[in-house]
């Protein structure tokens, strides 16, 4: 495995290494993720088997221009209004943190797409990855750079540390801007679906195509619904720590330990806490999301947090939950996947 910062040349060496069939862990804006040529099966099969993934869970195709979603999509099987929908989604959204599910083209390979007749494609708004994808083909089959069900990636050493030995090339391109992954939305069914939370909050996409269905995780679970994005598998985002998660309001509650550690969303949750807690002798790790209970400023450093307390052993992790609004959503929905039930 060789580890570089992003160059012309770590990128050339990079895209070369894709065209020939071996895998990159790459940069994008929402956390890093594990590429494969999207036109070459045989590419796709090493990053499944680098994530330990089940092969019923399909990829994002990544693109670097509109230009190729004609070649990985087969629009003309979409309806024109919804057709219309899309042109205006794209428009606002890409490039961008937002995965559209569409119609696959034959020259997608089925063992990306888990065998479905749907593609997942997104455009992502970060330069590197872009050149990335521009030089090596034009389409990149890729998930999160990360073991199969473990904590995301949003730094290069995350990717490095649990998949360094399983990859080609890990580029190093600094800390993941949104550090929540991309919304994935599904557009061939008749009403609009959200599959999964991520970086474009669901009130955005409803400002501009009126409302959108919530079928991700958490609105599934609590319906008695099955699975309808493979991805929706309840073990997932997990810190090695058992993960327990909490309302603001439970906080006066909450038990103490002091071989736990605490997560939480604001400094005045914290504080909460510190006038309950804050006396004993014994002083467990806390740590707070965002001091003035930012959600955007809260997401870009959830997983990395998560990384950190994981490293501490301590015998368990309590996290408190973020406002349900804009990227809100996504955190919660990770760390409800994260805890134990
Ligand atoms: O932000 C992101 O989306 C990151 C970066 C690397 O781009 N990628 C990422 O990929 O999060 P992954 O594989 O960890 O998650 C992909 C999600 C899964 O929940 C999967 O089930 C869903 O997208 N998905 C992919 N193709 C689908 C399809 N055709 N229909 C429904 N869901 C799909
Ligand atoms: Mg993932």
């Given at each position: 495995m060789e580890y570089l910062p992003i160059s012309s040349k770590s990128l050339e060496k990079a895209a070369e290494v894709l065209r020939r069939g071996g895998i990159v862990v790459f940069p994008t804006e929402t956390v890093y993720g594990l590429g494969a040529d999207a036109y070459?099966?045989?590419?796709i099969v090493k990053v499944f088997e680098a994530k330990g993934r089940p092969r019923f869970d399909p990829l994002i195709v990544h693109i670097a221009d509109v230009k190729t979603l004609e070649e990985v999509t087969m629009l003309s099987l979409l309806s024109k209004e919804t057709r219309d929908k899309l042109f205006i989604l794209i428009q606002k959204f890409w490039p961008g943190p937002l995965s559209l599910?569409?119609?696959?083209?034959?020259?997608?390979?089925?063992?990306a797409t888990a065998g479905l007749s749907t593609v997942a494609v997104r455009f992502p708004a970060h330069e590197a990855a872009q050149k990335l994808i521009s030089l090596s083909g034009g389409a990149v089959a890729a998930p999160s750079a990360n073991p199969f069900g473990a904590l995301s990636p949003t730094k290069a050493q995350h990717?490095?540390?649990n998949m360094g030995d399983k990859v080609d090339i890990i580029l190093d391109g600094g800390p993941a801007k949104i550090g929540v992954e991309s919304t994935v939305l599904d557009i061939t069914s008749a009403g609009i679906r959200i599959l999964r939370h991520g970086g474009i909050?669901?009130?955005e996409i409803e400002s501009v195509i009126g409302a959108v269905e919530d079928f991700s995780f958490a609105a599934e679970d609590k319906?008695?619904?099955g699975l309808v994005s493979p991805g929706q598998l309840k073990s997932h985002y997990a810190p090695k720590t058992p993960l327990l998660v909490f309302n603001r309001e439970d906080i006066v509650n909450l038990p103490f330990a002091a071989d736990a550690a605490w997560l939480f969303?604001?400094?005045s949750s914290h504080n909460i806490w510190l006038e309950k807690h804050g006396g004993q002798a014994q002083k467990p790790i806390t740590k707070v999301l965002s001091a003035l209970g930012n959600v955007n400023k809260a997401a870009a450093c959830l997983f990395e947090t998560l990384h950190e307390l994981d490293d501490f052993k301590v015998s368990k992790i309590f996290a408190q939950f973020a406002p349900q609004e804009g990227l809100g959503a996504a955190i919660n929905d990770r760390l409800q996947r994260a805890g134990v039930r």
């Open positions: 070459n099966s045989e590419a599910v569409l119609p696959k083209s034959e020259k997608i390979p089925g063992i990717a490095q540390r909050p669901k009130e319906s008695e619904g969303f604001d400094d």
